[in-house]
């Protein structure tokens, strides 16, 4: 089955600084990955994600990145704030949809002020 | 709207119990999931269910029961709770559209058996 590598397990930057979480996928037949965030107390909530048919999708502050050919896809938040202070999880779909998606174990990340 | 609604909240059980955990969704998704989520372990698919009087299993079935008699309701049974059980449950839909794939998680239920 699919196996989904994430790191950091915790990252802490300087508020206003970039944060960027990496994660690797191990079979190349997945071609939906989302990202989750995930607040304290509170469920996860899908924030950006990005198909095999596109290697770069931005919104706003955060940007995912995917590399096909190397099956790595990362995430980039930009002028980070302290509502970014969360964990984050990257996933990994062969379906095209929400069925057979498999989490990373999250990042958790911490904004300095 | 309430999304995805997950009761009770908190749990506490002791080894040998029973117990039901309730997910409810007013967004009419085909859709639904039971996950575990553990320190390090990032989430785990127990049980989902593509639709009314459907269920799989997923990763981590074992010891766990569902029941999706009605579209909007999927329920999580534990028969006999175990320590190893103890952990935080999400419950989680989806729209039956493949190209979609986002998923509307609840806040979570935080079980603790002793």
Redesign the interface.
Known sequence: GENVEQHPSTLSVQEGDSAVIKCTYSDSASNYFPWYKQELGKGPQLIIDIRSNVGEKKDQRIAVTLNKTAKHFSLHITETQPEDSAVYFCAASKGGGADGLTFGKGTHLIIQP | NAG?TQTPKFRVLKTGQSMTLLCAQDMNHE?M?WYRQDP??????IH?S?GEGTTAKGEVPDGYNVSRLKKQNFLLGLESAAPSQTSVY?C?S?YY???????F????SRLTVL
């Not at chain 2, 390090?40 to 698919?45: D, E, Q, V």
């Not at chain 2, 559209?97 to 998923?103: H, K, Q, V």
């Open positions: 995805v859709y999931y390090g372990m990032g989430l785990r698919l989902y593509v999400f989680a989806s559209n493949r190209a979609t794939g986002e998923l998680f609840g806040e979570g």
